[in-house]
């Protein structure tokens, strides 16, 4: 279980997020009668499938909480869900935050280069269960993928998730294909290092959108949807789907030079925590 963190005079507790594990910790912070707080980042209560299909909705803990910390999205969202608008604060994006400490410690860092790349190239990240779960759909995107990699090399760390699946389909001679590079997963500083300095990423990860907009590397989604719907409209993210005749297609107007514009969703500036003590302090001890 999920400890539940209280201040010193154990009234105040705060949950990011909206996965299973902080649900379950919010049921235990209300049913011990702690005021809590909600950092939602952004995905909080849409009903659509941008955000995954996601819906807190009242009987959701979070709603009893006594101000939310959210993105611009978390922002319209809540509202959407009937929060007051005194209890929301658009804070900005507390990941962003760490990229924004730790990039600057990756200026030595060339993790491409362990392959022998020294010029342009792309990154691969694969982990969704639609992804990587049926073999169908893994060895379409992989060929379609290694097709791209004739044109520039392409690093794919591969999620454990991932690799347990290459090697129960047999689908891991695909990860040796010329200019695909398959590595095991990567600490936070190299893998910050290889978005960074890429000339394209390739993802299914909700939090690789968020850091490339932020770093203005160009994203293509491989997915239908988004729950970061920023990085598309204030970012450098598309959703291409996964059918692979787009994906090649998406991939090819990228190289070409049609690259979605740098551009940072608003108080993306490191400084979301900061916001969100400052209302912690103004809200004071309940």
């Not at 807190?56 to 803990?61: A, E, I, S, Y």
């Not at 044109?151 to 760390?157: A, D, E, G, T, W």
């Amino acid at each position: 279980m999920f400890p539940v963190g209280l201040d010193a005079d154990g009234t105040v507790t705060i949950r990011p997020g909206l996965m299973d594990v902080p649900k379950i910790s919010w049921f235990r912070v209300f049913a011990s009668g702690v005021d809590g707080e909600h950092a939602g980042y952004g995905m909080v209560g849409s009903p659509t499938p941008s955000c995954g299909g996601v819906n807190v909705g009242g009987d959701h803990p979070a709603s009893f909480a006594n101000a939310h910390f959210a993105t611009e999205t978390g922002v319209a969202n809540l509202a959407r869900e009937r929060r007051p608008a005194s209890a929301v604060h658009h804070v900005g994006n507390v990941m962003i935050d760490a990229l924004v400490r730790f990039r600057p410690r990756t200026a030595d860092r060339r993790p491409a280069a362990a392959f022998g790349i020294v010029g342009p190239y792309a990154v691969l990240t694969l982990h969704r269960p639609s992804n990587v779960d049926h073999a169908i759909a893994l060895e379409s995107l992989l060929r379609a993928v290694a097709k791209a990699a004739r044109r520039l090399p392409i690093v794919f760390p591969v999620h454990p998730r991932t690799r347990d699946r290459l090697d129960a389909t047999g689908l891991a001679t695909l990860t040796r294909l010329p200019g695909l590079y398959a590595t095991p997963p990567l600490g936070y500083l190299d893998m910050l290092a290889l978005l960074d300095r890429a000339e394209l990423v390739l993802t299914d990860s909700g939090g690789v959108q968020e850091e490339t907009t932020y770093l203005g590397v160009p994203c293509l989604t491989l997915r239908d949807s988004t729950e970061r719907p920023a990085t598309v409209t204030d970012g450098t993210n598309r959703i291409v789907g996964t059918r692979p005749e787009r994906v090649l297609a998406e991939i090819e107007r990228v190289l070409d030079g049609d690259r979605p514009p740098s551009r940072r969703p608003p108080l993306w500036d490191g400084r979301a925590a900061e916001r969100i003590a400052d209302v912690l302090a103004a809200i004071g001890p309940s």
